[in-house]
């Protein structure tokens, strides 16, 4: 029988390109997304396609229904890879800014972990992926909200590791830098409903900060395509001994490094520069 995955945010970038990629590796992939007509998009790619919203609990269960009528109560694999990035100033949160933030990123995802445990526990075995960022190891200006997101996923899911050794599930993170995907354009809209940037003392900044959300493309340095993701998706679901982290283009790699050995202040100096 095929090996099933369920993947969530497959509406665009990484999700859709690790959902078409398994696919074609054999896999019997549920890709989810929100909106209907990326579900009916992926229809036409031949993916079994499901609705999912991260922040409602009901379709979230639903979803997971759906899976496990499919399979017979079995999921080999979950990649949790739905997010989005709320850029601003943290003085410039609101605590509902935040909460919708940690709605998707974190609490959405946590939640249909949870569903899918007790699944793999049955059954002896099963892969948890969690697509992090190099944000989940180092912080940057105006990123403070999705970094608190990857910074908390990182550590719950370190968490998991630890609670879940010998039970034949294994938990491994992925660490992406700069990812040729819709993520600019996903977090200009957040930055558009939830920052007032003229009554911000940021707001000269905030100039900048709207100009490169507006551009398309790859802006950024070391920028690399969507399939550098799938091939460490591939190795974690696959390697009899996946790794706990995969660092995925060198600003990840590079950033790893100097947080090990440079005292923090340093550190600080290097990451305005970014």
Not at 174 to 179: A, K, L, S, T
Request: with cysteine; charged share 20%; net charge positive.
């Amino acid at each position: 029988m095929k090996k099933s995955v369920l993947i969530t945010g497959c509406s665009s970038g990484i999700g859709l390109c690790v959902a078409t990629g398994l696919a074609a590796r054999g896999y019997h992939v549920f890709a989810t997304a929100r909106k209907a007509e990326d579900l009916a998009r992926l229809r036409q790619l031949g993916l079994d396609a499901l609705a999912l919203d991260l922040d409602d609990p009901t379709s979230i269960n639903a979803a997971v229904d759906h899976v496990l009528n499919k399979t017979g109560g079995t999921l080999d694999a979950l990649f949790n890879n739905g997010a989005y990035g709320q850029p601003g100033a943290v003085e410039d949160l609101s605590r509902d800014a935040l909460r919708a933030q940690f709605e998707t990123n974190l609490f959405g995802t946590i939640e249909l972990t949870n569903r899918i445990i007790p699944v793999m526990r049955r059954q002896g075995h099963g892969r948890i992926i969690q697509n992090s960022s190099v944000l989940g190891l180092v912080a940057l200006r105006y990123r403070g909200a999705y970094t608190a997101t990857k910074f908390a996923l990182e550590a719950l899911s370190d968490t998991l590791r630890l609670e879940l050794r010998n039970t034949g599930i294994h938990v491994s993170l992925i660490e992406p830098g700069p990812i040729l995907s819709r993520f600019r354009e996903n977090s200009h809209a957040a930055y558009r409903r939830w920052i007032r940037p003229e009554t911000s003392p940021h707001r000269e900044q905030y100039r900048a900060l709207e100009q490169r959300l507006a551009t398309a493309g790859a802006a950024v340095p070391f920028t690399l395509p969507p399939e550098a993701v799938l091939k460490k998706v591939v190795h974690a679901l696959e390697s009899p001994r996946p790794h706990v982290r995969y660092y995925v283009t060198v600003p990840t790699w590079l950033l790893a490094v100097l947080r090990r050995i440079l005292p923090y202040r340093v550190m600080d100096r290097v990451l305005r520069k970014i």
